[in-house]
């Protein structure tokens, strides 16, 4: 992940339904440094500084770094004053720290990617061997149709091209979401308001990054801003919250304006794509996740 405000949320919904082993960071919504202290941001917001955090990639394969400053601030999380943190950390780096986690895992492991691919393309090509013990990727990326930082692209596939094509056709099972669905999910003004009733800081923080988020995402309307990233998690728990379609895709590599674009292809690797999500279900989700945690 790369918080980011909405990988906020998702970290912070994903620690409240699921076993979360790890975090990994990669520059994409911010450097790589201000994405890894953003993350220990959250997880000390949360109460859980036991999970470990790894730093990954601080730029795309083969491209140099955009950013998206101009929607989540200077910070990466702009909108709420952080305490100062020491984010010391282990040297050790991401995707190493993710191959002991896949030598010494006897179930298969669901990975959730909510930035730029990166960090899932460096493992897919150092380490071949460990790529069957990935049981489940689930992605936030990418777009059937339109874009958001071009008209053609999503942010993250943008970001590094290259990454999501060697992680869309390597056979790994995957479930892919994008703005063709993150769009319909939308987070009202009242929904921004309940985030205070969450205890602590929890919910000051996250009323404070939601309303600056709902004034800088150019997708923000009156019906309320996407909160995409939280959309992979619920595709990892809850797929019977969203509609599939189950189609061969690549991602479009070129300088140009069709760079990031996706896809649909004929033949390789089937990709399971949302189409349609089931938005009243995945709210109710949501918001009982976070209430029974965060109390």
């Known amino acids: ?36 202290r953003n993350a220990r941001r959250i997880l000390t917001a949360a109460n859980r500084p036991d999970i470990p955090l790894r730093e990954g990639a601080s730029r795309p394969l083969f491209r140099s770094l955009v950013t998206a400053g101009s929607v989540h601030g200077t910070s990466g999380l702009d909108g709420y004053e952080f305490p100062v943190l020491d984010v010391s950390e282990s040297a050790q780096p991401a995707v190493a720290w993710l191959r002991e986690q896949m030598q010494g895992s006897l179930q298969a ?23 069957k013990n990935i049981g489940l990727l689930a992605i936030m990326g990418g777009a059937l149709r339109g874009g958001n930082i071009t008209p053609c692209a999503e942010f993250n596939f943008y ?12 056979g790994i099972p995957i479930r892919l979401v994008g703005l063709d669905v993150t769009h319909k999910a939308l987070l009202s ?4 308001q309940r985030f205070r009733r969450l205890p602590g800081m929890v919910g000051e ?6 309303t600056f988020f709902a004034a ?12 995409h990233d939280v959309l992979a998690v619920a595709a990892a728990e809850h797929p019977e919250f969203f ?3 189950m189609v061969p895709v690549t991602v479009e590599r070129c300088d140009g304006q069709c760079r990031g674009q996706v896809q649909q292809r004929s033949e390789g690797p089937l990709v399971a794509v949302a189409t349609d999500i089931d938005t009243a279900k995945f709210f109710d989700w949501m918001w009982t996740a976070l209430e029974r945690y965060y109390r």
Do not use: R
């Open 1 to 36: 992940m790369d918080p980011g405000h909405d990988d906020a949320l998702a970290m912070l919904v994903a620690l409240a339904t699921l076993e979360v082993q790890g975090v990994s960071v990669v520059a994409g919504n911010q450097t790589v440094d201000k994405t890894m």
């Open 109 to 131: 492991v669901t990975w959730i990617a909510t930035g730029p691919l990166t960090n899932v393309a460096s493992f897919i090509l150092g380490h071949p061997d460990l790529v």
């Open 159 to 170: 970001v590094d091209p290259d990454a999501a094509n060697i992680v869309l056709t390597s």
């Open 189 to 192: 003004q009242d929904g921004i």
């Open 205 to 210: 923080m996250l009323y404070g990054l939601f």
């Open 216 to 227: 800088h995402e150019p997708d923000a309307n009156a019906q309320g801003v996407p909160i």
């Open 243 to 245: 509609t599939w379609l």
